[in-house]
DNA sequence: CCACATTTTATACAACCGTATACATCCGAT
DNA sequence: ATCGGATGTATACGGTTGTATAAAATGTGG
């Protein structure tokens, strides 16, 4: 395996043990077993390459999201949404830093624009998927906008519980409460249309 | 004005123009107009000024989340919710760099256990307001448990719809938008119901 | 086996960072 | 008026950072 490979990789660790911002050339050089040079030659400056390796290791957050959202293939969409959820939590148990990576990234892109727009086209890839999560069979009636609609809003719960969870997994909701709060806000919606 | 009001203005804007980790010593002395061995003096280090800028920050930030949520004072839960979002979405426009350093503050607390308490406390407060957002009056029988689901659920809502804010202000959804997806996830869900 | 390009290594360097030190200034109390 | 604590300032220092340079090693095609 190249320095270049090896570099990448051990770049990549340090993002998950100490975030973009904390790791030095040192560091990935320590991680990487190469050496100081390298790094200029292969990839130009540290930051190109601190770049590059979280790009893949949001490659690698996107796959593992697919990964979970694959398992929800309950025919009733409230089994669904929940068996989404709570595939989410699990997740965030057994691969934190790969999460805690993807939220320090959201931050880094105001000042990278490159990395913003990698970002932002993951996330309007990750849309759609989401949209037909929801919107099974019978949906071709349905405007794209509002299918638009329906992706961004999972996408934004999905988000949101990954904050709650880094920040606080005692108080953060678990996939079972996330579906009651949908019921019980389609409940209220439902009587206040009845009366 | 004293340096150290002078430092913390400083140094909040700094937050707000460079981000926590971008911003030095010497910016900081020049944002503020004093010097550098005014920071040790008053707040001992760096980092202990900068956090203490931070706590300021997301206590603004707190208070600009208060404001929009004031609004929502519609009948109608949905109307509600709708006006609550576009809310949101109008203070991305006029404030961006609050809503910026809030993000950044999620990643940034991962590595700083003061900050991440800090945060879970702040979330702990929000997730009963919004909560009482959805349920209004006869509310009394909810039981406790899930009202904080309600909250955390709006909560996620609220924090993934700013992620996506700052990442594609032209993909992202707008609070009409937000409510559609909603009417059309329920509609789904009371359907299946019905058959 | 030899020229030659590619890759790896060791080291040096200049810039920057955070902080400490020593000195000056201010200001209220006596 | 002066003393003393609190506050402000100028500067220097050690350490770290990212990158450039030149040499060595490795591989490769003829």
Partial sequence: MGHRERLL???RNCLYERGYTRTTTRDIVAASDTNLASIGYH???KDALLTAALVQAFEEW?????????D???????????????GLVD???????????????FALAEHLPALREQLAESYARARPALATFVIRDGGENVAGKTREAVGSFLLALMTGLTVQRLLDPEAAPSGHEMAEALRLIIGTVNDSADA
Wanted: aromatic content about 8%.
């Fill in 43 to 45: 990839f130009g400056s």
């Fill in 72 to 86: 929800g293939t309950q025919p009733d969409l409230m089994d669904r949404l929940e068996s989404m959820w709570t």
């Fill in 91 to 105: 997740s965030f148990g057994t691969h934190r830093p790969l999460w805690v990576a993807g939220i320090e990234a």
């Fill in 9 to 11: 990789v051990g770049a």
């Fill in 62 to 70: 996107g796959a593992e999201i697919d990964r979970v959202l694959r």
